[in-house]
């Protein structure tokens, strides 16, 4: 099923830079079905890229949210969670097209090339009809909602659990760099820090 191709797509592009060209030429029929299916698997293509380039920018957003909820004043926040969402808004803007375009135009040379050295004309054609299927179509539809339901539930009911941990590991890590925690934190988590004027209260 097209699930598979896709898989295939991500670990392709992950790991080869380039493949070796055969060295026989194929057939133009042949050469005309590779182009046809990676023509259909474009849209994969293009999110696989989309999640590549702005997975530094989750990253970063992650960190964002921690730092903003222990180090930001509070009547601060919201001006500063804009100004950031802004700043990854534009980061997402030039970079996403850049990766998408180099993503479509390295595809010929590594995807392409893979699926002229492992697949037969005929595979390739049985590929061009399972890919083509309105039931596969209809399934690969529902891929975004899918994936939208489940991370919802997964977010909310793991979120008490994380949360937790990720504020207990930016204290370490805060420690480690030898920042000094601002006095909410030091409230929040009074093992992890030494405040030189407030010291253990019940």
Not at 5 to 10: E, F, K, P, S
Not at 71 to 99: H, M, S
Not at 114 to 128: A, H, I, N, R
Not at 160 to 188: C, M, N, T
Request: no cysteine; aromatic share 2%; net charge positive.
């Amino acid at each position: 099923m097209k699930k598979r191709v896709l898989l295939g797509l991500l670990v392709l592009l992950g790991q080869f830079g380039s493949v070796q060209a055969q060295t026989t030429p194929s057939s133009p029929a042949k050469k005309e079905l590779i182009a046809k299916v990676l023509n259909l698997q474009q849209p994969a293509i293009e999110n696989m890229s989309r999640a590549l380039a702005e997975q530094p920018a989750a990253q970063m957003m992650q960190q964002a949210a921690v730092v903003l909820q222990t180090r930001i004043a509070p009547e601060k926040r919201e001006a500063v969670g804009k100004e950031i969402q802004a700043d990854l808004k534009k980061y997402a803007d030039e970079a996403v097209p850049l990766v998408r375009d180099r993503a479509l135009k390295l595809a010929p040379s590594t995807i392409g090339a893979l699926l002229d050295e492992k697949f037969t004309e005929d595979e390739l054609k049985q590929l061009v009809a399972i890919i083509e299927s309105p039931v596969n179509r209809k399934f690969q539809q529902l891929g975004g909602d899918m994936q939208k339901v489940l991370v919802e539930k997964l977010v909310a009911e793991t979120r008490s659990l994380i949360e937790p941990k990720v504020k207990a590991l930016d204290q370490v890590i805060a420690k480690r760099l030898g920042i000094q925690p601002r006095p909410a934190d030091a409230a929040a988590a009074p093992d992890k820090s030494k405040p030189p004027a407030k010291a253990a209260s019940k």
